[in-house]
């Protein structure tokens, strides 16, 4: 069970707002795409989710929680990112466990967590390769499943599909799809692909300088005249 909700949010790099004043509340188990064109601030937005960008001004709760002060791993979320942002020294298999191992889980639940991931994603025997021994759909595989483990209230998802090619690109989607299905988290998605945000969201906020223009229902968004 977990929320997001956003108030009044602002942010300015240097002299320069880039975040005008985002209100949003996600739904347990929700799943939101912010979509616009390059530049609009999605980026932003997510990352000050993630805590790795400083608030402006506002709030953002996770849970009714103020997290606004609240380092990255003390937020509860999982971030997924374009460039997967693996370790390149680790194993599939310790690249997952990572964010376990830090938070001090036992052996035995890592093993069960990462074998059963790495089961739902098919990197069942893959666990004991490189990064670099992998194509980019699997290396986003091991990007989700690293996600995956930590069971976090939130996921954050950043063009996570955007260095794959045109055909990995609809088959991840999917997968992306059926994973949400099945484990219902919470999720916020950042995309500049408008095929990909329609597939994917149970809600839209189209962004476009900085604001939420328009937050609703794909059919709605489009249906509109
Ligand atoms: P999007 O994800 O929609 O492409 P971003 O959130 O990356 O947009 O960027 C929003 C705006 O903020 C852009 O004008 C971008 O140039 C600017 N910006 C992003 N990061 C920084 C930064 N670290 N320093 C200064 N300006 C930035
Ligand atoms: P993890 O998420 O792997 O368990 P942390 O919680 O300490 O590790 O990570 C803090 C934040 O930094 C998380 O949002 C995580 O996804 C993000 N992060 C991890 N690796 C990278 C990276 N190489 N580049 C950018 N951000 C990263």
Redesign the pocket.
């Given at each position: 069970m977990s929320t997001l909700t956003l108030r009044g949010l602002r942010k300015s790099?240097g002299d320069?707002p880039?975040i005008h004043g985002v209100e949003l509340d996600v739904a347990d188990g929700e799943f939101v795409v912010l979509v616009?064109p390059?530049?609009?601030?999605?980026?932003?937005l997510l990352r000050m989710v993630a805590g790795l960008e400083t608030v402006g001004e506002g709030r953002i709760e996770i849970d009714g929680r103020l997290v606004n002060d609240l380092e990255p791993r003390d937020r509860d979320v999982a971030m997924v990112f374009q460039n997967y942002a693996l370790y390149p020294h680790m194993t599939v298999f310790d690249n997952m466990a990572y964010g376990l191992k830090i938070r001090g889980q036992s052996k035995d639940r890592i093993r069960a967590r990462v074998d059963e991931a790495a089961a739902m994603l098919g990197l069942g025997d893959l666990l004991n390769r490189k990064p670099q021994a992998l194509s980019g759909g699997q290396r986003q595989r091991v990007a989700m499943g690293r996600a995956i483990v930590r069971e976090p209230k939130l996921f954050l998802f950043d063009e996570p599909l955007s260095n794959l090619d045109a055909k990995l690109r609809v088959q991840m989607r999917l997968e992306i799809k059926r994973l949400h299905q099945r484990l219902g988290v919470t999720s916020l998605y950042?995309t500049h692909d408008q095929v990909e945000a329609m597939t994917l969201a149970d809600r839209l906020v189209v962004?476009h300088g900085g604001r939420a223009e328009q937050i609703g229902r794909p059919l709605d968004l489009y249906l509109r005249p």
């Open positions: 790099y320069t880039v616009g390059s530049g609009c601030g999605k980026s932003t950042v962004m």
